[in-house]
């Protein structure tokens, strides 16, 4: 028989009414569409992705727990921003290092919104610290971190994300050959997924492709930040 797909255009449909009704009353309303149509097929996906992602990395976890595991939770964190819309209008996870609580990690993500799919992977928002690390890892090993993204097959498929600061890091030249890579502020790519692949039974082997090309980058974020991989 032909695999059937993890995700139902009901889930997109559920996350479009839940940006118009973004309430708990409604939520709660609608709370068993959230567990059949996202949660579940979500948590389902995470444990499709453990074996391919076992094979890139023994140090990596595809946890499809309902709690502390890979799946980010829908509600939002609100206490410090002044956005009180309490459920977020995407589903997302993360396929996290094993000692990612113990310091500064990369990670491989998923992000499920209709029209604004993607997969990727790296270091999102890192502390000055950590950027200055990678920074620093970078100009001390350029053909390594050259020969991860500056590929054809990377630079084809994936773009960085974020903002990169105007000017070079302070003490580097403006002329240093990296020059752009060091003014990125996140070391995180990815690339855009069609929806209808989401929705598709082709998803889980796409995403373990896309997982395996992001593989280097993570590598060699892994290697800047004194990580096994």
């Avoid at 980010?72 to 410090?80: P, S």
């Avoid at 990690?105 to 502390?127: D, K, M, N, R, T």
């Avoid at 903002?163 to 003014?183: F, I, N, S, T, V």
Wanted: with cysteine.
């Amino acid at each position: 028989m032909p695999e059937s797909p993890h995700f139902t255009p009901d889930a997109f449909k559920f996350l479009r009414a839940l940006a118009r009704h973004n309430e708990r009353d409604w939520f709660k309303a609608h709370q068993d569409t959230y567990e059949q149509a996202v949660r579940e097929p979500f948590l389902a996906l995470i444990t499709a992705l453990q074996a391919p992602l076992a094979q890139i990395s023994p140090h990596f976890r595809a946890d499809p727990r309902k709690l502390g595991g890979s799946l980010f939770r829908i509600q939002r964190d609100t206490r410090f921003s002044g956005d009180k819309q309490p459920y977020k209008t995407w589903a997302g996870a993360r396929l996290f290092h094993e000692r990612h609580r113990e310091r500064p990690a990369p990670s491989f993500y998923l992000h499920i919104q209709a029209g604004e799919c993607f997969v990727g992977a790296g270091v999102w928002h890192p502390e000055s610290a950590t950027l200055r690390q990678l920074r620093a890892f970078i100009a001390d090993n350029p053909a390594a971190w050259r020969r991860a993204v500056h590929a054809k097959p990377f630079t084809e498929r994936y773009e960085f994300w974020g903002e990169r600061l105007q000017r070079a890091p302070q003490g580097y030249a403006l002329d240093h050959p990296l020059l752009e890579d060091l003014k990125l502020k996140n070391y995180a790519a990815g690339c855009a997924l069609d929806d209808d692949l989401v929705l598709s039974p082709r998803l889980p082997g796409a995403l373990g492709t896309h997982l395996r090309a992001l593989a280097p980058l993570v590598d060699y974020l892994c290697a800047a930040l004194e990580l096994e991989f």
